[in-house]
């Protein structure tokens, strides 16, 4: 007998984890980014990490199409970037006021985030109603602040 689904996301609200923006861009969908809090280191030799993105979600189709993708940690101050990358705004909306930059794979790097991991993907696998997306960083940036955790369904800050 597994769990109900309503007693799993209630169980997974008690982990605190990072807030992060999970960005790429294609020829065929150009900007794409979404809210994710899935995202774990899986290697340190080679670099490597993972995220998971649910297979309804159209940043997936870009990520697919490109091959790359990036990983931006948002600072304690960022709670609406989180918000406006969550959903609802359409993808050119969620770029508009937020400022970027082309990392070396092409993806878009969030400029003012905590930090950013520039990755290449290597692998894919299908997981439920997920998509678990190992890749290869090439390039890290890290930047000074205090970064933004979720915590039972809603933001929290270090201190």
């Known amino acids: 007998m597994t769990v109900s689904i309503d ?11 990072g807030v992060t923006v999970v960005t790429t861009q294609s020829e065929q969908y150009g900007l794409q980014g979404m809210t ?7 290697s340190v030799d080679p670099p490597q990490i993972l995220v998971c993105i649910n297979d309804a979600a159209d940043t ?20 609406e970037i989180s918000n406006q990358f969550a959903g609802g705004a359409s993808q050119e909306q969620r770029f508009e006021n937020t400022p970027w930059e082309s990392g070396i794979t092409g993806a878009p790097i969030l400029t003012e985030s905590l930090m950013s991991l520039d990755c290449k993907v290597v692998e894919k696998v299908r997981a439920g109603t997920h ?5 290869e960083v090439q390039d890290s940036i890290c ?6 955790l979720y915590y039972c369904g809603a933001y929290r ?3």
């Open 143 to 148: 930047r000074s602040g205090e970064p933004l």
């Open 131 to 135: 998509w678990i997306i190992i890749a």
């Open 36 to 42: 994710a809090t899935a995202f774990s280191s899986v």
């Open 157 to 159: 800050n270090i201190g």
């Open 60 to 79: 997936g189709s870009g990520i697919q199409e490109s091959g790359y993708f990036a990983v931006n940690i948002l600072k304690s101050d960022q709670q």
């Open 7 to 17: 007693d799993f996301k209630k169980a997974l609200q008690l982990w605190a984890s």
